[in-house]
């Protein structure tokens, strides 16, 4: 990027910190302020990413750095009845987003069990922000990526949720990020905070929609802090419009023997980045990373994972699958890295993707860097179309080949659920796979 | 009008020639068995039959029940009665046993024009077949064929071709690999489907199959032709001498 693109986007981006400085929750607090203030002096010297970084080398950012994307103002707020055919059933509770704000009057907040805590982060500043301190920011690793860096800067609302010392919730906590449909594209950067103490269990749902057309550039960041042999599951739902840009990262930080699962669904958006980032600083721990993403028409699907090793017998799967049709163009970027300390590491990656037309492209690069001496690393990535011995068998069976294309196509999509714990999550996510992948003129129009 | 004709079969894969002049009849009601060496052609036959595409047909004709097999897609040919029993059975993960297989009973069962079977009325006759091949209900929800044993890839074949009634039953090596307990099972399920209206092609490499499937006809096959049919004693005599001597005996091959 030109060095008077850059100035050029960072004139308006200053302008927007400006503004949204004199007004942002907690903005008296000294701590708060210099966080956001250190995000936006990374940002600006960072800049959007380019191809040429190796971290980037296959997703550009060319339409967000060029694009115009004002910070969503607090304005129009969605009828009830639009959020239904996208609400979640046996949620513990749903908290709803426009914008990236919470909006308590679409939200379902019933009591929680004791222990348990879930609501607006911008509520959480203003009403008890010492017990966000030890956490927020702590984790996320802005100095390194700009968009952690943008959204630290914008950091004020986002879900905060905190299940306490041995406390279990059994039902999941929904988060519904949604976005409206409108003529002008706005940006919002909802930041979350997931602290699970000791002993604690809990699922989290963050879903990204939209209810129209839009092309709004969302740009969220998760810290989870999971405790010591806490159990967490975590799910991020992408069925954004397909003009929309969604650029995630989650970062897990676990402490000794926790277990931590994050499951993805990349199936909306333009251009989405999904980065999940865990960092195994406790002895013992267990970490799942497991996703699926099929993109159809242009949509680019780009996975950046980052599991770091840092204590010894410490497990890690990853196993992304990734369905491309039409131009659609995937991104699997799955990094272990083994730190001196821990030895008797596992970790596997697995990256299979399927194309289903001649257009469409997948980069994968699984990445292992190991500095202890006694592990076992696996890492392996096939691309492929539908086996033609499977496909034979089904038809062998009776099915007809369009069937039996379909079968082993929701088979090989379907393969993420089998590892999703939560009974009634898994349950939403089969639907929305059915429904994302054989909706007229989805990925899999080619069969159809 | 006999149920299978195969006149004169040839067919190749990659330009390689595998069937080179193939005759076989088979009534329904009969057994026939199929023995021959490593790459006679055994295999290639059932899949031509199952209507693999791979198989190239350069020559000859097949009726099946008077029609023309040769012009089917697979699952037509599935629809008309044709089951093919894979020597190595496709691990197909995430997909359930019992939703494959409801979806393949319907779908043959539309091509009868028999109505479909709802899962209320399907998972009782899955459960007695599962019983009745000794396998393990949990079979039910588990993935297609995915980390089963040999054996039970075996009985899943059966038990497939139990629940699709079909006409004309191709039993690939069902035997290669499995013991002595897993082999009467698969022998009894099979034995348990014989019917007048029904015929069995049992291809094996080793007699043993036969003392529990006892075939009517047993047929040589040797570099893609049928070098010699008989009785079941003639598998005995294999046993005894080997196919170098059957093949010798015989260039032209006799009918069944």
């Given at each position: 990027?030109s060095?008077?693109?850059?100035s050029?986007?960072?004139?308006?981006?200053?302008?927007?910190?400006?503004?949204?400085?004199?007004?942002?929750?907690?903005?008296?607090?000294?701590?708060?302020h210099?966080?956001?203030?250190?995000?936006?002096?990374?940002?600006?010297?960072?800049?959007f990413?380019?191809?040429?970084?190796?971290?980037?080398?296959?997703t550009?950012?060319?339409?967000?750095a060029?694009?115009?994307?004002?910070?969503?103002?607090?304005?129009?707020?969605?009828?009830?009845s639009?959020?239904?055919?996208?609400?979640?059933?046996?949620?513990?509770?749903?908290?709803?987003?426009?914008?990236?704000?919470?909006?308590?009057?679409?939200?379902?907040?019933?009591?929680?069990?004791?222990?348990?805590?879930a609501?607006?982060?911008?509520?959480?500043?203003?009403?008890?922000?010492?017990?966000?301190?030890?956490?927020?920011?702590?984790?996320?690793?802005f100095?390194?990526?700009?968009?952690?860096?943008?959204?630290?800067?914008?950091?004020?609302?986002?879900?905060?949720?905190?299940?306490?010392?041995?406390?279990?919730?059994e039902?999941?906590?929904?988060?519904?990020?949604?976005?409206?449909?409108?003529?002008?594209?706005?940006?919002?950067?909802?930041?979350?905070?997931?602290?699970?103490?000791?002993?604690s269990?809990?699922?989290?749902?963050?879903?990204?929609?939209s209810?129209?057309?839009?092309?709004?550039?969302?740009?969220?960041?998760?810290?989870?802090?999971?405790?010591?042999?806490?159990?967490?599951?975590h799910?991020?739902?992408?069925?954004?419009?397909?003009?929309?840009?969604?650029?995630?990262?989650?970062?897990?930080?676990?402490?000794?023997?926790?277990?931590v699962?994050?499951?993805?669904?990349?199936?909306?958006?333009?251009?989405?980045?999904?980065?999940?980032?865990a960092?195994?600083?406790?002895q013992?721990?267990?970490?799942?990373?497991?996703?699926?993403?099929?993109?159809?028409?242009?949509q680019?699907?780009?996975?950046?994972?980052?599991?770091?090793?840092?204590?010894?017998?410490?497990?890690?799967?990853?196993f992304?699958?990734g369905?491309?049709?039409?131009?659609?163009r995937?991104?699997?970027?799955g990094r272990?890295?083994?730190?001196?300390?821990?030895?008797?590491?596992?970790?596997?990656q697995?990256?299979?993707?399927?194309?289903?037309?001649?257009?469409?492209?997948?980069?994968?690069?699984?990445?292992?860097?190991?500095?202890?001496?006694?592990?076992?690393?696996?890492?392996?990535?096939?691309?492929?179309?539908?086996?033609?011995?499977?496909?034979?068998?089904?038809?062998?069976?009776?099915?007809?080949?369009?069937?039996?294309?379909?079968?082993?196509?929701?088979?090989?999509?379907?393969?993420?659920?089998?590892?999703?714990?939560?009974?009634?999550?898994?349950?939403?996510?089969d639907?929305?796979?059915?429904?994302?992948?054989?909706?007229?003129?989805?990925?899999?129009?080619?069969?159809? | 009008?006999?149920l299978?004709?195969?006149?004169?079969?040839h067919?190749?894969?990659?330009g390689?020639?595998?069937l080179q002049?193939?005759?076989?009849?088979?009534e329904?009601?009969q057994v026939?068995?199929?023995?021959?060496?490593?790459?006679?052609?055994?295999?290639?036959?059932?899949?031509?039959?199952?209507?693999?595409?791979?198989?190239?047909?350069?020559?000859?004709?097949?009726?099946f029940?008077?029609?023309?097999?040769?012009?089917?897609?697979?699952?037509?040919?599935a629809g008309?009665?044709?089951?093919?029993?894979?020597?190595?059975?496709?691990?197909?993960?995430?997909?359930?046993?019992?939703?494959?297989?409801?979806?393949?009973?319907n779908?043959?069962?539309?091509?009868?024009?028999?109505?479909?079977i709802?899962a209320?009325?399907?998972?009782?006759?899955?459960?007695?077949?599962?019983?009745?091949?000794?396998?393990?209900?949990k079979?039910?929800?588990?993935?297609l064929?995915?980390?089963?044993?040999?054996?039970?890839?075996?009985?899943?074949?059966?038990?497939?071709?139990?629940?699709?009634?079909?006409?004309?039953a191709?039993?690939?090596?069902?035997?290669?690999?499995?013991?002595?307990?897993?082999?009467?099972?698969?022998?009894?399920?099979?034995n348990?489907?014989r019917?007048?209206?029904?015929?069995?092609?049992?291809?094996?490499?080793?007699?043993?199959?036969?003392?529990?499937?006892?075939?009517?006809?047993?047929?040589?096959?040797?570099?893609?032709?049928?070098?010699?049919?008989?009785?079941?004693?003639?598998?005995?005599?294999?046993?005894?001498?080997?196919?170098?001597m059957?093949?010798?005996?015989s260039?032209?091959?006799?009918?069944?």
């Amino acid at each position: 990027m030109s060095a008077i693109s850059a100035s050029a986007y960072l004139q308006a981006y200053l302008a927007g910190f400006g503004e949204f400085e004199k007004l942002a929750a907690g903005r008296d607090l000294p701590w708060l302020h210099a966080l956001r203030g250190d995000g936006f002096a990374r940002f600006c010297e960072a800049g959007f990413p380019t191809t040429r970084e190796e971290d980037w080398r296959f997703t550009s950012v060319a339409a967000i750095a060029q694009g115009s994307f004002p910070l969503a103002r607090p304005g129009a707020m969605p009828s009830p009845s639009q959020l239904e055919g996208w609400r979640m059933k046996d949620a513990a509770c749903e908290l709803v987003f426009v914008g990236g704000r919470f909006a308590p009057a679409l939200s379902r907040m019933p009591e929680l069990p004791a222990g348990v805590q879930a609501g607006s982060l911008a509520a959480q500043i203003a009403e008890n922000p010492a017990s966000l301190e030890p956490f927020l920011g702590r984790y996320l690793d802005f100095r390194r990526d700009a968009f952690c860096a943008l959204n630290t800067a914008f950091l004020e609302d986002g879900a905060y949720v905190r299940i306490g010392r041995g406390a279990v919730l059994e039902r999941p906590v929904h988060l519904l990020f949604v976005s409206l449909a409108g003529a002008e594209p706005q940006m919002s950067n909802p930041r979350n905070l997931v602290v699970a103490e000791e002993n604690s269990q809990a699922a989290i749902v963050e879903d990204y929609v939209s209810l129209g057309p839009s092309a709004d550039f969302c740009n969220t960041a998760t810290e989870l802090v999971a405790g010591d042999n806490a159990v967490v599951s975590h799910y991020l739902l992408e069925r954004e419009d397909t003009q929309a840009f969604n650029f995630s990262t989650l970062r897990i930080e676990q402490g000794r023997d926790s277990s931590v699962a994050s499951h993805s669904l990349l199936l909306g958006g333009a251009i989405v980045r999904n980065n999940v980032h865990a960092v195994l600083a406790g002895q013992g721990g267990e970490c799942l990373i497991n996703g699926l993403f099929a993109g159809y028409g242009r949509q680019h699907l780009d996975n950046y994972m980052r599991v770091e090793h840092a204590r010894p017998h410490c497990s890690s799967r990853q196993f992304y699958n990734g369905i491309l049709g039409d131009h659609a163009r995937g991104v699997f970027h799955g990094r272990i890295i083994v730190h001196p300390d821990a030895q008797k590491t596992d970790a596997k990656q697995t990256n299979r993707n399927l194309l289903l037309s001649d257009d469409a492209q997948i980069d994968t690069k699984p990445q292992l860097e190991i500095y202890a001496d006694d592990v076992k690393c696996t890492h392996g990535a096939t691309i492929g179309q539908i086996e033609p011995d499977a496909l034979f068998y089904l038809r062998s069976r009776g099915l007809d080949e369009q069937a039996a294309r379909r079968m082993l196509l929701l088979a090989f999509a379907s393969e993420c659920l089998d590892r999703m714990r939560e009974e009634s999550v898994r349950g939403h996510v089969d639907a929305m796979i059915r429904q994302g992948l054989f909706a007229p003129g989805g990925a899999t129009k080619e069969l159809l | 009008m006999s149920l299978l004709e195969i006149r004169n079969l040839h067919a190749e894969v990659d330009g390689h020639p595998i069937l080179q002049g193939i005759d076989l009849t088979i009534e329904a009601g009969q057994v026939h068995s199929i023995m021959g060496p490593n790459g006679s052609g055994k295999s290639t036959l059932a899949q031509v039959l199952a209507r693999h595409e791979t198989y190239a047909v350069t020559g000859g004709q097949i009726l099946f029940n008077g029609k023309d097999l040769l012009a089917m897609k697979p699952e037509e040919a599935a629809g008309e009665g044709i089951f093919l029993a894979f020597q190595y059975p496709v691990e197909i993960p995430g997909i359930t046993n019992a939703y494959f297989l409801r979806s393949a009973l319907n779908a043959v069962r539309r091509c009868r024009q028999l109505d479909e079977i709802d899962a209320m009325d399907f998972l009782p006759l899955f459960r007695e077949k599962l019983k009745q091949l000794e396998m393990d209900e949990k079979l039910l929800n588990r993935s297609l064929n995915e980390g089963f044993s040999g054996g039970e890839k075996k009985r899943n074949e059966i038990l497939q071709m139990s629940m699709l009634e079909p006409k004309l039953a191709i039993l690939d090596e069902t035997d290669s690999g499995l013991d002595i307990d897993a082999l009467r099972i698969v022998a009894g399920g099979v034995n348990a489907m014989r019917d007048p209206g029904r015929a069995f092609i049992v291809v094996t490499h080793y007699q043993r199959l036969l003392n529990y499937i006892v075939p009517d006809f047993v047929h040589v096959l040797v570099n893609g032709r049928i070098v010699r049919s008989g009785g079941p004693e003639l598998a005995l005599e294999l046993e005894e001498t080997g196919y170098a001597m059957a093949g010798a005996g015989s260039e032209s091959g006799e009918r069944a």
